[in-house]
């Protein structure tokens, strides 16, 4: 058994990488913010705000095996409309957050063997789309952040990220709010269906596994063919 964090595990991916986590006998520590989780007996469920000040993490036991950092946001909007506060509020969840969460994990992945983080980019990084701006420029950070942290703590902490195209998630719900967008986002991409948070979960879970160990500093593209094949 092993000890991982799922930060925003309430929803979404980090929800379905919880249950999966959970369903393979390891001991899981899920946060959520606004979003009460459906929660499962045995997993150990704490609030908070990743763009609070100061936040505890002393919940954690310590020794930790993985780490997940899954909040994020999709906010779309043309550049001349993107306003300094969104930008900041991009950026203090998608990357400034999950700085401040590794920094308070160190330690507890410092202390066994192996360890891995997985963060989360997007194809919209290696795929230029409109009204993509603000969103790409934050996971851009993020793939950065992913291949530095690689280097400065191998062999140590294994760090990856996954860049899924869109899936059917909460987070994408205003962009899959009808049976029509949901056909023509999946009719978009290669394999002609839209991503769903198993199929992200699973690939998390690979990577936070041994069977991963001799991966780090990857960019996993998980997006049903998008930046790879033209339709």
Known sequence: MKNYLIVGGSSGIGASLVELLYKKGH??????????????EGVEYHQLDVTAEGFKLDFL????????????????????RMKHQDILEDYEVQTLGAIHVIQACIPAL??????????YSTVAVQQGFNFHAMVASSKGAIEGLTRSL??????????????????????????LSSDQKKEANAERHPLKRIGSSDDIAQMTHFLLSEESSWMTAQIIAVDGG???IKG
Not at 66 to 75: D, E, F, M, N, S
Request: proline share 10%.
């Open 226 to 228: 998008m930046s790879s």
């Open 150 to 175: 690689a280097a400065e703590f191998a062999p140590k902490i294994r760090f990856n990220a996954i860049a899924p195209s869109i899936t059917d998630t909460p987070l994408a719900a205003r962009l």
């Open 27 to 40: 001991q899981v520590f899920a946060t959520y913010n606004t979003t009460d989780p459906k929660k499962i």
């Open 110 to 119: 410092k202390a066994v063997e192996q360890s891995s983080v997985v963060l």
């Open 61 to 80: 036991p310590e020794q930790l095996d993985g780490l997940a950092y899954c909040p994020g946001r999709i906010k779309l909007l043309p550049f001349g």
